[in-house]
């Protein structure tokens, strides 16, 4: 039986809550804010919120990994969803919530791992792995986020 990996990282972005929202709901944006391991972002259908069909690959341990990820919004404005439409499992979740003049930002990422001794192992070093990630993905959205409140 596959194992159940779980990964996360939060930060506070120095912008509000809608316009950090709108950031990440535009997919076009959001490949600013993927750091290298992802690359080869395609907006395939849509292009803003629901609906959005995204592909990208991510660079692994175990080699590479393309992903084709439909989005969807369960709360508008608070919650993105992107879920790979492949055979990875794999979802990613975008919370924000308001904190004053600035929003928290909590990326999640739930997969099926490897099973076996392997399983153990990407059960181990993948969450530290994507934590690390998720935080440079989110000091990019933090530094176009700065950026954008600074031009206005």
């Known amino acids: 039986m596959a194992k159940h990996v779980v990964a996360s990282a939060e930060r506070t972005i120095d912008a509000p809550a809608d316009d950090v929202y709108r950031y990440l709901a535009d997919m076009h944006l959001h490949a ?3 750091p290298p391991p992802f690359y080869d972002f ?3 259908e849509g292009g803003v919120g629901a609906g959005n069909v995204v592909s990208f690959k ?4 175990g080699g590479v990994r393309e992903l084709r990820m439909e989005v969807t919004e369960p709360e508008p404005g608070r919650t993105l969803v992107q879920t790979d439409i492949g055979n990875s499992g794999l979802v990613r979740t975008f919370t924000v919530t308001p904190h004053g003049e600035q ?3 909590n990326i999640t990422s739930r997969f099926d791992g490897e099973t076996g001794i392997a399983g153990f192992v990407e059960g181990l070093v993948a969450p ?3 934590h690390r990630i998720y935080l440079q993905e989110l000091a990019r959205l933090n530094a176009y986020a700065r950026k954008q409140r600074d031009a206005s």
């Open 42 to 44: 395609q907006v395939e």
């Open 32 to 34: 600013r804010f993927l």
């Open 58 to 61: 991510i660079k692994s341990a």
């Open 128 to 130: 530290r792995r994507l």
């Open 103 to 105: 929003a928290l930002v």
